[in-house]
Each structure stands twice: as C-alpha cells, then as structure tokens.
C-alpha cells in the first residue's frame, strides 16, 4: 500500500454501528454519506447521554441542569468554531444548509439586493442555493447570473457566449465566470464542491477576482459537501458566510451551521422572532440580542448541537488532512476502477476526470439502464447509492440524462467495498436483457 | 424487490406505446424526484376508456406500470379507475413494489386519475 494516511480503517469502522448491519443477507455496502453521513459510537452517545443525564432548556434557570446544558451547548459552539478557524459568536445553529442559506436570503437579501443589482451562482448548485435566489430575484427584478459548466462539470471561467432569456418574471444570464463578473453583481453564492459531480471550483482564485472586480460584493459558500471531507479555514476562504449540516459530517440531522462574518452578521436583522433573540421586550417591540442568540430563536436542538460537537471532536481526533488524505486515495481507486467500465461500454461518467478538482461524488449510469433500476438491483447486494437528479436537476439534465446514479464516499468506506460495487454494476444490465 | 419476469417484458416491449391521433383527453405527467415524464392519451367513449396510448421515458418500474395499465383500464370509467387504487396498482405490478419505487409505480396511475378528473 502506497503512502495509507493515518487511518485505521478497522478501527474506524468498529466505531459505526450500523455499519454492522445485513441487508437482505448481505454486508451494508454504505455509498451515500452525500445524501448523509453514518454516524459513530461517540456521536449517539454524546446524544443519549445528554437526554439520560442533563436534559434542560438552556439560557433558562439557574438550576443546575440548565446551566449544564447551557454549558454544553457554548462548549459544542466553540467547538465548531475551532473546527473552522472561526469565533464562537458567528457560529448560528441551523436545522441544515438549506436554512443556513435561507437565512442570508432573508436577513441580508432582502435588504441588499434591488432591481439594479445581480447575483451570481453556479449552474453546480443544489436546489437550496439556487431556489431562494430565484425566488430573490423574481421578487426584486434583480438578475441572476449563471455561471456555466462544462462537459466535465467544470466551471467555464472564461470566453463562451452569454445566453439571456427571462421566464416567470425572473432574468436569468448564463455563461463564463468572466463575462458574468461586475460591478452589478452584489452577491456570489457557490458550493465549494458540487453534491452531483463532485467538482470543486477554485473558490479562493474566484473569490479573489471577484471582489477586484465588484467591490463590496458579498460571498456565501454552499460548504454542505465541503466541510466533511476538508480542512476548512474560513478566515483564508474570503466568503462572508460558509454554510453546512451536521448530518453529512457524522453529526445528527436537524443540526446545521451558518457561520458568517462577525462585521457582516452584526449588521443583519433576524428573520425569525421569538425567544431567546431578544434583549428587552415591551408590548409594542423589541430589540435584539447580541451574536449568535439573535440568529437563533427558540428553543434549539440541543442534543443535535451535542451531538455535533461529538462530530467535531471525532472529526479533529482523525485529523481532516488525513481524512482528505484517504478519501483521494478512495475516489481515485473508485475513478480508475469506473474508467475500465468506461471503456467497455457498461457505463457513462459524468464530473472531472482529474482527482485534483473533486471530491468524493462518483456519477454515473449503467448504459440503457435507468437510475432508479440500476440502484435497485446495487440494493438487491446490500449496495446503497443514490439515483435520480440529486437536488440539482439543471445540472442533470444538462448531460442530457434524466438521472444518475451516484456513489459517494467517506472515512468508513474501503477500496473493498469499491471492488464490490464495480462487480455489482456488471450485473445490472443482465437484469434487463 | 425482483424485477418479475412480466415488468422486463412491459418494459422491453412497452404496449400502447406511442402518440395518439384524435384523442379526445391528453396530459402530460412528470416525477420531479427522478425527471421521468409520461404523456398519457385517452380515447373516450360514452363514460368509459376505449383505448389509452402513452409516451415517455422511465425506469423499468414506472415503464412497466404505465404499459400494463394501459392495457387494464380498456372498458373502465373514472369511477373503476380510482377503486383501483395503489392497491391496485401494486398488485398489477405483482404485489411487492418497495416505498422508493411508489411514485415510479404509480405515475401513469396518478397521470390518469388527474386527465379524468379534469373532464368532470
């Protein structure tokens, strides 16, 4: 074995119950962490172990399981603080990305951007990057740029012509990153690696250009399937806001994160009222509590922060440039095995062929056969991937496929498991003929 | 779930397939979690299906359905057709259609109900 990171893997999958299971007689072959992520020993007790022995509201009594709570909680943020080279106060607990999204949409969106302006995406992004900006821009007669990708998924930073249209009332320009980029545009909102391809684009190259060449534009990142599987500084990235879910980094679901600049998160308003986000409360208003509790009204998900925490600390304990480490290992074994299918004519992949520019998402269709088919007979093995267009049908369908079937990886998946999946695939057409 | 010998056949061999000429009701479904889309077209006569064409692409499952189905519901009304049910649906199929395959199964079926409801 050549350079094998740090990772024992034996004992990593030791610490992943479920990864003991039998489906149908056979070994789970997990291949979805993209969807969600497994969880360990550590993280379901952390979570366990807070309902069975602490339960309390937090910021609530002066008892002293409420205060244990609270303490719990503060101690989980600076975690996730840690983990990402920020400062507790700008870390705001989520349900997910989605909501973390949502939130700039709705705090800093709708008092920002007005008919003159533009914002830009990619035409990588996930529903929940693209949706709240249509919707944004429908409703404020702003211009959505879209950047363009090419055969491989990669970003068109240069040249090509722009295409513009307009439908249902929204004003859509799609083309290169550098025919898209100027002063008009006040916001650039892009994942950091795309949840279909697995393209990662040059986030700090186009952050960098961007902001030359529009001042004061603001930068929200999609780090949902970024943060996972990379060591992640936010500070060295440039963005204003970076957000992700707990749930595909080994944490529960129904926690997430948004973390954004302290100057930037400071001078949005909340979008959601309700306990907890205020500082003093007349019958006629109120005003607002200092970062991060005006963010994050209501009672939160304690457990899932806990359990996030627990995630973190799993997470660091392995080292994410370790874990970077194994996973380039895993989708570049998994790429050469899927080249030889290639080549056979079995199968079409789709995303960067160079195991530099991606993370660990491996698309693909078995020839002449659906997606939904093909994943059902990887089921009928104990294989479980995903298929359809996830969460980013205009990217899927700009392959001229309906569905894809995609596999992704994380820590607790082997070169094994990669060797079982390639076998399975060859059975897949015999079903249909 | 297996792929039963039947839904293989529909599949390869869909029946009905193909564009209508003079129908009298036409509807065009779609399944946004997997981008399939069916056209469904109906030929009416007095309260009952005379002959149901489709055209579209999809998986084996939802293939398959919309093949037997048009082929089952010649000779039935609107009423008939709803007392099919997903029930009914699952068992044309052979009884054992897992919950993630439901809307494959059950896109034609939903596609026909909805273009019969629309001629009340």
Redesign the interface.
Known sequence: MKNISMIDIEKIRADFPILQKKIRGHDLIYLDSGATSQKPESVLRAMDNYYRTTNANIHRGVYELSVKSTQMVDEARGKVAEFIGAKPEEIIFTRNASEGMNLVMYSWGKEHISGADAVLVSKLEHHSNLVPWQELCRETGAELRIIDVDGEGKLIMTGGDEKVFEENNLKVRLGSFEKLVNQKVKLFAVTGASNVLGTMPDLKSMIGKIKKLSPGVAVLIDGAQMIPHMRIDVRKLGADWFAFSGHKMLGPSGIGVLWGKKEVLSKMKPFMFGGDMIGEVKLTGATWADLPSRFEAGTPDIAGIIGLGAAVDYLSELGMDNVRQYEKELIQYGLEKMKILEKEGLVTLYGPKDDEERGGALSFNVNGVHAHDAAQVLDSFGIAVRSGQHCAAPLVTSFGVIAMVRATFYIYNTKAEIDYLVSKIREVPKVFI | ???REEI?DH??NPRNFGEMEGADLSLTEAN??????IKIFLKIEGEKIEKMMWQG?????STAAASMLSEKVVGMDRDEIVGLGLGGVTAMLGGEI?AG?MK?ATLAYNGLIKLLSTNE
Do not use: E, Q
């Open positions: 779930m297996d792929y293989i599949y390869k946004a979690s997997c981008g399939d889309v692409v999809g998986c084996a499952i897992n395959r494959c």
